[in-house]
């Protein structure tokens, strides 16, 4: 088996793409190669790296500044000189093309990967004008484009113009943390009731994620004279403005528990999950659920089709209808019984479609291709 050095270039993240990034990286040392993580200092993710793999501090935000990114070039191209790497691999939009514009100035030119996560271009038609332009110029400096879905893989390829052979689609694979027994886990929730449904929805409160239109439907609901309680965990900047919006329904039934470290452990005292995207790459959450065997309600968006099968792991709704929102989650609040079925479905397709394994084979392969292809031999 070939082995590479392989610098992990990785901007400020959290939630799902972190787990992602971590699971990768052990995931290559396990499989024999040597890993170097380049990541801003004063991170979270830069400590947990530290304790990991050999990590360089690489002074990376997530703004647009020409200044600071020219110096992140520069800064980045130092790192490739002193060491030499077989593979670079970026990962989201900002490490993508401060990387590719760095990978320019050094030679032998190592072989370039891009995992695309979630492509959340700005809402400025010229800005977002202008990111097309750079990513399809970028593109060519790219040996490989990573999507995380099928749905995103086709968006980079409309909107970037890039060629189907160097485009590839792997989700997204995880190993769930050992689970907690249900009556452990409700108690971590805060749930005194063991006979009332707990709708949990795991996510960065960012508008991206919805929480808004989920405390709207769950409003709904209850005005409707269902029995239910919603724990929201995560943290993020719109923290308050939902504890707010959380008021209105009543704090009594809706929870805010913050940041829960391994998160998905809680899950079995879960009854439902809810992933009320307005954009998502893939859904790494829903896939913990299905894994946790919980029924997901989940935005018909981005990769979330992929991984919920409507009517069989869970139900779809269009993103922003708080009405069917609201009336899927009624509908299985009604009917343990497809609750029951649809999460012992949806454990079968995570671990058959969505795992750690799976994902890990499927990156050294295209490692691999892009390796051999470098050296003139046909993949």
Not at 1 to 18: A, E, N
Not at 66 to 87: G, N, T
Not at 152 to 169: A, C
Request: aromatic residues 4%.
């Amino acid at each position: 088996m070939r082995t590479y050095h392989v610098l992990q270039v990785l901007r400020p993240m959290q939630g799902g793409m972190r787990r992602h990034v971590l699971d990768l990286i052990q995931g290559l040392q396990d499989a024999g190669h040597r890993v170097t993580a380049a990541c801003p200092k004063k991170t979270a993710l830069f400590q947990e790296l530290r304790s990991l793999v050999s990590t360089v501090p690489f002074p990376l935000d997530d703004g647009m500044n020409p200044i600071s990114d020219w110096l992140a070039v520069r800064h980045l191209q130092k790192v490739m000189r002193r060491e030499k790497f077989d593979i670079v691999h970026l990962h989201g939009a900002k490490a993508g093309y401060v990387g590719r514009f760095a990978v320019r100035g050094i030679e032998p030119r190592p072989a370039v990967l891009y995992t695309v996560h979630n492509h959340v271009l700005p809402r400025q038609a010229l800005l977002k004008k202008a990111m097309n332009a750079l990513e399809r110029r970028l593109a060519v400096d790219t040996d490989r484009i990573i999507a995380v879905s099928d749905s995103l893989r086709q968006e980079i390829r409309l909107s970037h113009g890039v060629e189907e052979y160097r485009s590839v689609t792997i989700r997204n694979g995880i190993q769930g943390p050992p689970p907690l027994t249900r009556r452990y886990a409700r108690a971590v929730l805060g749930c005194e009731d063991d006979d009332r449904v707990v709708i949990a929805c795991i996510g960065r409160m960012v508008p991206e994620k919805g929480i808004d239109r989920l405390l709207e439907a769950f409003t709904i609901l209850l005005s409707r004279g269902f029995d239910a309680e919603l724990v929201l965990i995560g943290d993020g900047p719109m923290l308050s403005d939902y504890q707010y919006l959380a008021g209105k329904v009543g704090l009594a039934r809706v929870r805010f528990l913050g940041e829960v470290p391994n998160a998905a452990q809680v899950l079995p005292g879960v009854d439902i999950a809810v992933c009320p995207s307005r954009q998502e790459g893939l859904g790494l959450v829903a896939i913990e659920a299905m894994l946790a065997g919980r029924p997901v309600v989940a935005s018909d968006v981005g990769g979330l089709p992929e991984v919920v099968v409507h009517g069989e792991t869970g139900l779809l709704v269009p993103p922003e209808d708080s009405v069917l929102l609201a009336s899927s989650l009624c509908y299985l609040i009604e009917r343990p019984d497809v609750r029951e079925r649809m999460g012992r479905l949806g454990s079968q397709r995570a671990q058959e479609h969505f795992s750690r394994h799976g994902m890990m084979q499927a990156v050294l392969k295209e490692y691999d291709a892009v390796m051999e292809s470098r050296q003139g031999v046909i993949v």
